[in-house]
């Protein structure tokens, strides 16, 4: 059992600027956030992303502490997201989160990324010990706790599916964030044949995409008839749904996988790509099929959010865990002792 006390944590490993803050029960009294938007046609520039940052914290601060009805002084905890992420948005929040502990004299605890988006669907959904697959713009994993860490049971090789996705998109026209555009283009699609890429129980997306890009180029008629533009966007529909079961069945394979393997019956889905419904059904039949039960994490807590940093340093704070003033850009999931469980 928790001792009674309220935790604020600060998100900042990528785009998104959030504080959160939690109580001991699990009780959520604020998640607030501000995102950094690149220019058009362009990914995240990291300094640009890290000035939007130290421009928007204070607002960002104001806001979860009105939204939570408290002031600094009913803190007990500041969290921040230690790593991984990109080092100069890293850096914004390390220190806004360390001159806050200092000024108001509380303690400090650095958290794992990805431990936070698990801890924060575990408290949500009520699963207790799943398979979670993380699925973000930024990163592709799959993880399950085992002998006192969670562990990397399978992760991308090169780019996030949530890249990929945007990456075929950026090269198709469609506007950034691709993924719900090819979500809603794929409805109406007929199987293209794609490359298929699990290596062992990793996963590899950016030859899929450049071959899908491939075929869009060499399907391109050029004319303005009525017809051809038709015929053109029924290809792209093709595409992208040939695209989705393609990149899909290899995370649910990967995710069946891992349960298999560590014997566990519960999966949880997670990270913005989780918004994804045909990845949510694939999964729900491979659950299905194997008597396991499936969650998918709350929109509210499954993209980047202060709330699950605020969840997770609770939880580290309380099993005693001490932290460096430091960032680790590169830290691993399963670099981190996991001591509250
Ligand atoms: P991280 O830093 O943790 O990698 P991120 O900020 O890059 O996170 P999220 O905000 O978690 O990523 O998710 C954004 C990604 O989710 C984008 O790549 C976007 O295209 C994708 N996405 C959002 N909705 C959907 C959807 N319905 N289907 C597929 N992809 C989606
Ligand atoms: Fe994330």
Redesign the pocket.
């Known amino acids: 059992m928790l001792n009674q006390k309220t935790c604020l944590g600060i ?1 900042s ?2 785009h ?1 600027f959030g504080i959160g803050i939690m109580d001991s029960d699990g009780k959520c009294l604020a998640n607030a956030t501000d995102m950094y938007r690149p220019r058009e046609g362009w990914g995240i520039h990291p300094m640009e992303a890290s000035e939007h940052h130290k421009k928007v914290c204070d607002d960002v601060l104001q806001k979860a502490l009105a939204d939570a009805g408290v002031s600094m002084r009913d803190i007990d905890i500041i969290a921040f997201s230690q790593g991984p992420g990109l080092p100069p948005c890293l850096h914004a929040g390390l220190n806004f989160a360390g001159k806050l502990a200092e000024k108001n004299k509380k303690p400090l605890v650095g958290v794992n ?2 431990i ?2 698990i801890e924060i669907g575990r408290l949500t959904t009520g699963l207790d010990d799943p398979v979670t697959l ?1 699925v ?4 592709t994993q799959v993880l399950a706790f085992v002998s006192g860490r969670y562990r990397c049971f399978g992760e991308t090789q090169d780019i996030g599916i949530g890249n990929a996705l945007d990456k075929f998109g950026r090269g198709v026209g469609l506007e950034f964030p691709a993924g719900p555009k090819i979500e809603k283009m794929a409805g109406k699609g007929r199987y293209i044949e794609l490359p298929y890429v699990v290596k062992g129980m990793d996963l590899s997306f950016s030859g899929i995409v450049t071959e899908a890009l491939k075929k869009y180029t060499m399907h391109q008629s050029r004319g303005n008839s009525d017809s051809l533009k038709q015929s053109n966007k029924a290809f792209l529909s093709d595409l992208c749904f040939s695209l989705q079961e393609t990149l899909f069945a290899m995370l649910t394979e990967v995710t069946e996988r891992a349960m298999a393997h560590t014997g566990k019956n519960q999966a949880l889905l ?3 790509v989780a918004a994804n419904s045909r990845l949510q059904e694939m999964l729900d039949i491979m659950c299905r099929e194997r008597d396991a039960k499936f969650r998918v994490v709350d929109r509210a807590y499954s ?2 959010n202060g709330a699950m940093i605020a969840w997770t340093g609770m939880l580290a704070f309380d099993s005693g865990i001490k932290t460096k003033k430091e960032i680790l850009p590169r830290q691993r999931t399963d670099g981190v002792e996991v001591r509250w469980i």
Not at 136 to 139: D, E, R
């Open positions: 998100e490993t990528a998104s990324h990805c936070a988006h993380y973000s713009g930024a990163n997670t990270g913005g993209g980047d």
